[in-house]
């Protein structure tokens, strides 16, 4: 998933979504292309290979990987329905959230976080539909940094170092953007499309311009060095979304030896003297069972992958005796959950029309100019239109390892007016109307600074032994007083970027209403951001750790370098659970890194071919 619903609900109103559903079924219908949607197979067999539990970003890329093998029978699980033409508008990720589409989880009150949102609780949205969070995502395609990887492999997982995960980055890719396509730390002809949006603010201009005017390089921050600011590559395509499922799933829909299965809640994973033997799930209410011959792969992602194992005696046995579960093994899952967070009430205005306002882009123009021809605002990834990477006082600027990443919008909180990104990001009335809706429907531009390796972490506990019940969420937001110190530090900098000749030419200047709850302290002080960053903490949909990979000899590891979950024969967790920490960056291509990575680990250890079938030509 991501970032920003301070974005996405700048630009469409609910009002086009109907006319941009039929526009693009009118362009699409007689398409003899790869991007048909798949079918849900309503009967399935009694046994597979292979079952992979979840087909979101790591899931779709193991489905079309694990079926190059035509002897391989894989069945895909996915709780959710399909991706449909509204949620291939970059423009509108916010309006996906809090949908059918999103599962819909909010962490339990915590007295260092999310203070000024409704309840004490953070919103965490996580994609329930074919594509998983790729779908509700802003499209961001964000590596991380090497030391990241190159650490992982220090802790004890060999293989999982930067200059052999580059590969599974590069295998996936195509690059449409000519002047970083051809480098040695980019590919085309993959899978996966990505690129710059075709449409941008004046603002983006600005953003990228004052960095450089701050002694930044204006840099592919997934190339040789990270550190700088840049235009924000996506995963799109001809200006819509490219989920992972538009990827990796439709262009092999119509593989025999792949069967997808929709709407069907995986409640427990069948295990039998500690071997994997296939799993049972829920679909159109009545509880069905499928045997895997070979492996079960769970990537359902770092909230619902914890959960099954748990609900299926795997997990802190202490845990598990409390819910009258059976132990089938004693592990740390659950543990290690780390997350990105960012301050989201980081406001500017600016005194020309220049901005991303819901009222001036909700028109018929817009849409045609999407449905016709692929450009226009509507294109903008989730209204993200830059990113940068900041080295804070506490970060050795030699290091090209930074602290602080930027998410730069066009706009704000207070653009829609309190419609949507207000209701996604959980603002409680007394911030929205204190300190936004002063300024609503005004010229604004916002930036989200996001801590990018955070001290504290968090951890999940099941509610009860009900599948369908949301597991409680407990992240540990800056609980490590050095996460809020370095926040408020990116904040100063996001605030003396303001200041430069580039964003000044605009009359940029920080929002004079203050935060709620905060007014007792000195104004701009760092007492004050201090205050401020724990109650408009937004998280920026980073979920991972939670089966953390790791040695033997590590005692809060869950899955070895393999991917094989400790003491359980046939069964792998393959998503962003297995990160050992989260990267420093956005999750999304790290995860279809490890589904790229995992996949040829399972072919490796079945003596099959990692050559990959060369994708069908994409327009």
Request: aromatic share 8%; glycine share 10%; proline share 6%.
């Given at each position: 998933?991501?970032?920003?619903?301070?974005?996405?609900?700048?630009?469409?109103?609910?009002?086009?979504?109907?006319?941009?559903?039929?526009?693009?079924?009118?362009?699409?219908?007689?398409?003899?292309?790869?991007?048909?949607?798949?079918?849900?197979?309503?009967?399935?067999d009694?046994?597979?290979?292979?079952?992979?539990?979840?087909?979101?970003?790591?899931g779709?890329?193991?489905?079309?990987?694990?079926?190059?093998?035509?002897?391989?029978?894989?069945?895909?699980?996915?709780?959710?329905?399909?991706?449909?033409?509204?949620?291939?508008?970059?423009?509108?990720?916010?309006?996906?959230?809090m949908?059918?589409?999103?599962?819909?989880?909010?962490?339990?009150?915590?007295?260092?976080?999310?203070?000024?949102?409704?309840?004490?609780?953070?919103?965490?949205p996580?994609?329930?539909?074919?594509?998983?969070?790729?779908?509700?995502?802003?499209?961001?395609?964000?590596?991380?940094n090497?030391?990241?990887?190159?650490?992982?492999?220090?802790?004890?997982?060999?293989?999982?170092?930067?200059?052999?995960?580059?590969?599974?980055?590069?295998?996936?890719?195509?690059?449409?953007?000519?002047?970083?396509?051809?480098?040695?730390?980019?590919?085309?002809?993959?899978?996966?499309?990505?690129?710059?949006?075709?449409?941008?603010?004046?603002?983006?201009?600005?953003?990228?311009?004052?960095?450089?005017?701050?002694g930044?390089?204006?840099r592919?921050?997934?190339?040789?060095?990270?550190?700088?600011?840049?235009?924000?590559?996506?995963?799109?395509?001809?200006?819509?979304?490219?989920?992972?499922?538009?990827?990796?799933?439709?262009?092999?829909?119509?593989?025999?030896?792949?069967?997808?299965?929709?709407?069907?809640?995986?409640?427990?994973?069948?295990?039998?003297?500690?071997?994997?033997?296939?799993?049972?799930?829920?679909?159109?209410?009545?509880?069905?069972?499928?045997r895997?011959?070979?492996?079960?792969?769970?990537?359902?992602?770092?909230?619902?992958?914890?959960?099954?194992?748990?609900?299926?005696?795997?997990?802190p046995?202490?845990?598990?005796?409390?819910?009258?579960i059976?132990?089938v093994q004693?592990?740390?899952?659950?543990?290690?959950?780390?997350?990105?967070?960012?301050?989201?009430?980081?406001?500017?205005?600016?005194?020309?029309?220049?901005?991303m306002?819901?009222?001036?882009?909700?028109?018929?123009?817009?849409?045609?100019?999407?449905?016709?021809?692929?450009?226009?605002?509507?294109?903008?990834?989730?209204?993200?239109?830059?990113?940068?990477?900041?080295?804070?006082?506490?970060?050795?600027?030699?290091?090209?390892?930074?602290?602080i990443?930027?998410?730069?919008?066009?706009?704000?909180?207070?653009?829609?007016?309190?419609?949507?990104?207000?209701?996604?990001?959980?603002?409680?009335?007394?911030?929205?109307?204190?300190?936004?809706?002063?300024?609503?429907?005004?010229?604004?531009?916002?930036?989200?600074?996001?801590?990018?390796?955070?001290y504290?972490?968090?951890y999940?506990?099941?509610?009860?032994?009900?599948?369908?019940?949301?597991?409680?969420?407990?992240?540990?937001?800056?609980?490590?007083?050095?996460?809020?110190k370095?926040?408020?530090?990116?904040?100063?900098?996001?605030?003396?970027?303001?200041?430069?000749?580039?964003?000044?030419?605009?009359?940029?200047?920080?929002?004079?209403?203050?935060?709620?709850?905060?007014?007792?302290?000195?104004?701009?002080?760092?007492?004050?951001?201090?205050?401020?960053?724990?109650?408009?903490?937004?998280?920026?949909?980073?979920?991972?750790?939670?089966?953390?990979?790791?040695?033997?000899?590590?005692?809060?590891?869950?899955?070895?370098?393999?991917?094989?979950?400790?003491?359980?024969?046939?069964?792998?967790?393959?998503?962003?659970?297995?990160?050992?920490?989260?990267?420093?960056g956005n999750?999304?291509?790290?995860?279809?890194?490890?589904?790229?990575?995992?996949?040829?680990?399972?072919?490796?250890?079945?003596?099959?071919?990692?050559?990959?079938?060369?994708?069908?030509?994409m327009?």
């Open positions: 998933m991501a970032v920003l619903a301070t974005a996405a609900g700048l630009t469409a109103g609910l009002w086009m979504l109907p006319i941009l559903m039929g526009m693009m079924g009118y362009m699409k219908y007689d398409e003899l292309n790869p991007e048909s949607h798949p079918r849900s197979k309503r009967s399935l009694t046994e597979y290979d292979f079952i992979i539990v979840g087909g979101g970003s790591a779709s890329v193991l489905a079309n990987r694990l079926t190059e093998i035509s002897q391989w029978k894989v069945l895909l699980l996915e709780a959710g329905q399909d991706e449909n033409e509204v949620s291939d508008v970059p423009a509108v990720a916010a309006y996906l959230q949908s059918n589409m999103d599962w819909q989880y909010k962490t339990e009150p915590q007295p260092t976080a999310c203070l000024g949102l409704v309840d004490g609780r953070c919103n965490w996580r994609g329930k539909v074919l594509g998983g969070s790729s779908v509700l995502n802003y499209m961001l395609y964000v590596r991380g090497r030391r990241d990887y190159d650490s992982w492999e220090e802790m004890g997982n060999p293989g999982w170092g930067y200059d052999s995960l580059l590969n599974y980055f590069k295998k996936s890719e195509d690059n449409r953007n000519p002047y970083i396509a051809n480098t040695d730390y980019h590919s085309t002809g993959g899978y996966l499309t990505v690129q710059e949006a075709p449409w941008r603010t004046p603002l983006a201009t600005a953003f990228v311009e004052a960095g450089m005017e701050m930044y390089e204006n592919d921050g997934n190339g040789e060095y990270q550190t700088g600011f840049m235009i924000a590559q996506g995963t799109i395509r001809r200006g819509s979304r490219c989920s992972a499922a538009k990827a990796f799933l439709r262009p092999v829909r119509n593989r025999p030896n792949l069967h997808i299965a929709m709407g069907a809640h995986v409640s427990k994973i069948l295990i039998d003297g500690k071997i994997a033997r296939g799993v049972e799930f829920i679909r159109n209410g009545k509880p069905q069972r499928v895997a011959t070979r492996e079960v792969i769970v990537s359902a992602g770092a909230i619902n992958t914890p959960q099954l194992l748990m609900l299926s005696g795997i997990g046995a202490k845990h598990l005796h409390e819910m009258g059976p132990v004693n592990a740390p899952v659950g543990e290690n959950l780390q997350d990105h967070i960012a301050f989201g009430g980081l406001v500017f205005l600016v005194d020309k029309p220049i901005s306002m819901q009222s001036r882009y909700e028109n018929l123009n817009s849409v045609i100019q999407y449905a016709m021809y692929g450009a226009g605002p509507l294109t903008i990834l989730g209204g993200v239109e830059g990113l940068a990477w900041v080295n804070t006082k506490y970060a050795n600027s030699s290091d090209d390892f930074p602290d990443e930027f998410h730069f919008v066009a706009g704000s909180a207070s653009s829609d007016g309190g419609r949507q990104v207000k209701k996604v990001h959980g603002i409680s009335d007394r911030v929205y109307n204190e300190m936004l809706k002063p300024i609503q429907y005004k010229d604004t531009w916002s930036v989200l600074p996001m801590i990018l390796r955070p504290s972490k968090g999940l506990r099941l509610k009860s032994t009900n599948p369908f019940h949301k597991i409680l969420i407990y992240p540990n937001y800056m609980t490590d007083e050095r996460d809020a370095i926040l408020v530090e990116g904040t100063k900098i996001a605030i003396a970027m303001s200041q430069t000749q580039a964003f000044q030419r605009f009359n940029s200047r920080l929002n004079p209403n203050r935060m709620p709850g905060c007014k007792h302290l000195e104004p701009w002080s760092d007492a004050y951001w201090d205050c401020a960053v724990r109650h408009y903490t937004v998280t920026i949909y980073h979920h991972s750790g939670t089966a953390k990979m790791g040695p033997s000899t590590d005692p809060t590891a869950v899955v070895d370098a393999r991917l094989r979950v400790y003491g359980i024969k046939g069964l792998r967790v393959i998503d962003a659970s297995i990160m050992p920490n989260v990267v420093s999750t999304n291509a790290p995860t279809i890194m490890i589904g790229e990575k995992g996949a040829d680990i399972i072919k490796e250890e079945y003596g099959e071919s990692t050559i990959p079938i060369p994708p069908p030509r327009p």
